[in-house]
């Protein structure tokens, strides 16, 4: 267990608005909650990422750009593109969703290439990399050999969810992927987080990031049970 204080809770929330009809006045809320609340990241379409570089510069709040999102059916080429494109305009950490088709037909060399590629371009970039599975598609087998394909090729993180699936994050699935990669990658937990024992729930089993767009109420709710006990810091 760990000692965690507000602001460090805050520095693992992804601050999430992944909405199709996004306006720019939204764009414009979701960054100053993120500097607000101290978010160690916004999560937001790839088509957003200039925008809210402009919004975010010179604070701490990273542009995180969602690519091949959500259904993650485009090619390597088109991936590697949009990628790139997301970076040179203001993107600092890139979250893409694996070709879930591929996986199935257990084509997992075309899923290591498909990772080896992106990955390759976040590190000549220095931006952050993380691998989205959307696990609830996924046979346990299939999750493990993302994993041992991960440990690999070595992205910053695997991810569970994209949260537009049937289904989000469960601990199951966080435990399971935390076990399999261990300190060789991280885990980031996404979808249907939406309140602080969840949240508190998927650090505990090993995830070191939450995408969530709730992470306002999640704080909120954390602050006030810190108040009540008069306490500094949460073990979690």
Not at 43 to 60: G, M, R, W
Not at 68 to 85: D, R, V, Y
Not at 111 to 127: G, L
Not at 154 to 171: E, R, W
Request: glycine letters at 6%; aromatic letters at 6%.
């Amino acid at each position: 267990m760990k000692n965690y204080s507000l602001r460090d809770l805050s520095r693992l929330i992804d601050h999430t608005n992944l909405k199709p009809d996004a306006t720019t006045a939204m764009m414009k809320k979701l960054c100053q909650e993120a500097i607000d609340y101290h978010f160690k990241m916004v999560a937001i379409n790839q088509v957003q990422s200039k925008l809210c570089a402009e919004l975010l510069k010179d604070t701490d709040v990273d542009i995180g750009a969602a690519i091949a999102f959500p259904l993650g059916q485009t090619t390597i080429e088109s991936k590697c593109f949009e990628t790139k494109n997301a970076i040179e305009i203001g993107a600092t950490e890139i979250d893409y969703v694996i070709n879930i088709s591929e996986l199935k037909a257990g084509n997992l060399n075309y899923i290591e290439r498909e990772m080896s590629e992106i990955v390759k371009i976040c590190r000549q970039y220095n931006v952050t990399s993380k691998v989205i599975f959307e696990n609830c598609y996924l046979t346990d087998e299939e999750k493990i050999a993302l994993c041992q394909i991960a440990v690999k090729v070595k992205p910053d993180f695997i991810k569970t969810s994209t949260g537009f699936g049937p289904s989000g994050a469960t601990l199951e699935d966080v435990k399971l992927m935390k076990q399999h990669v261990g300190d060789v990658v991280k885990v980031k937990a996404a979808g249907g987080i939406r309140n602080a024992d969840t949240f508190k729930k998927m650090i505990a089993v090993g995830a070191e990031r939450i995408g969530t767009s709730a992470g306002i109420a999640i704080i909120e709710e954390i602050k006030k049970d810190l108040q009540t006990t008069q306490a500094q810091t949460i073990k979690i």
